[in-house]
């Protein structure tokens, strides 16, 4: 069996140890755990099996696999379980060989939920409500809330297609970045904190969200539209909003500005956001990709940053980063509204915005101050 798609980490082999006898007692022989980390596309996944059963998963974060290595392979067992997972990441069950799942740990009663949630099939979801019924507990879903937490081998035992009423996300022990991810994975999309399942006949367009103040919108940022537009088949472009700032246009202004200049995209909508992460944003939009510019080296600092953490929110959300061409790399919002006003400014500015942008800086009753060191909105 192949389980190096992924590849494994083994951190501790599978041998018989000798305890000491004391008065009164014989020496017996007992098995340690053995533990290995499976890379997820969603994650570090880790193993644990003792006497051939699986004992124990646990959802690790980005990076939380031990870099610990055998000369060694894994186990018979321990591979049979890799396998299994490398299977679910194909589009599969994690389905097992009875006896194979260590629950001795578990009540009665969190072995019959585990036992109705193994029912629940790959692409399917259950409400704590519905699963408290067919556990034979109609009025126990807050029962089986912490039977679900407390499942000590989630995907095995699919405790993340566990949901709250409304298909709402509900919660997850290791997280809601894996809940998502792993509910992502299954066919589901996840708009305004709710699931929404995807026409399996249909192939999922690729979709990306481009976010940014735009203020205003520049010949850099329709650069990174325009090749957002022909990379994907949709192109979410969205004004972040942050109440914290001050802006030199409003909210509106910059929205139809956008609409203008992206009237000739057909697959590009406009669109705004506020209070949440971009990735956050991405899933709720069934965007699958976010875009992002590098102009320089303290940009690629920056964004390189930011990416590892988005991954780590939504591990499912890639980022694509695009370089603008020399010619408009270093042009952003704030250094074209530093040129207006000065004199000349209308013929130095008019090469670095798009028309809609240039019309509405020659519209706009803006003054230069020598406190400001450059454009300023009257309104302000």
């Not at 083994?10 to 008065?23: A, Q």
């Not at 979410?236 to 909210?251: A, C, E, L, R, Y």
């Not at 506020?274 to 964004?303: M, P, T």
């Amino acid at each position: 069996m192949n389980t190096s798609r992924r590849g494994a980490t083994l951190s501790t082999s599978c041998r018989p140890v000798n305890i000491s006898p004391t008065r009164g007692s014989r020496c017996e022989t007992v098995c340690e755990t053995e533990t290995a980390h499976y890379q997820s596309p969603c994650g570090p996944i880790e193993l644990s099996v003792r006497a051939g059963k699986l004992v124990g998963t646990r959802l690790l974060s980005r990076g939380g696999a031990a870099r610990m290595a055998r000369a060694s392979g894994p186990s018979e067992q321990m591979a049979t379980f890799m396998e299994v997972l490398e299977l679910y990441f194909q589009g599969n069950d994690a389905q097992v060989a009875p006896g194979t799942l260590d629950l001795s740990a578990s009540t009665a009663f969190q072995r019959r939920v585990f036992g109705k949630l193994l029912e629940v099939e790959f692409g399917q979801v259950v409400t704590y409500g519905e699963l408290a019924t067919r556990a034979g507990s109609p009025r126990g879903a807050r029962a089986v809330g912490g039977a679900v937490g407390d499942n000590p081998l989630p995907i095995f035992i699919p405790c993340h297609r566990v949901v709250a009423a409304q298909r709402r996300l509900g919660g997850f022990g290791a997280g809601l970045q894996w809940k998502r991810s792993l509910l992502i994975h299954e066919g589901w999309a996840v708009r305004e904190g709710k699931l929404v399942k995807r026409n399996s006949q249909d192939r999922e367009p690729k979709v990306c969200v481009y976010a940014g103040s735009f203020d205003p919108p520049t010949m850099g940022h329709m650069y990174m539209i325009e090749k957002g537009a022909e990379l994907f088949e949709r192109l979410i472009v969205s004004v972040g909003i942050n109440p914290k700032k001050t802006f030199t246009f409003g909210v509106e202004e910059r929205l139809e500005l956008l609409r203008k200049c992206t009237e000739g995209l057909d697959n590009v909508e406009v669109d705004s956001f506020q209070g949440q992460f971009l990735v956050r944003y991405a899933e709720s939009k069934g965007a699958g990709y976010v875009l992002r510019g590098i102009r320089s080296e303290e940009d690629y600092r920056f964004e390189h940053a930011m990416r590892n953490v988005n991954e780590d929110m939504a591990p499912a959300v890639t980022t694509v980063f695009l370089v603008p061409p020399r010619e408009i790399c270093e042009v952003s919002s704030s250094f074209i509204k530093g040129l207006v006003g000065v004199e000349g400014w209308r013929e130095v500015v008019k090469p670095y915005v798009p028309a809609p942008v240039y019309e509405k800086l020659l519209g706009s009753e803006i003054r230069w101050t020598e406190q400001s060191g450059g454009a300023e909105d009257s309104s302000h």
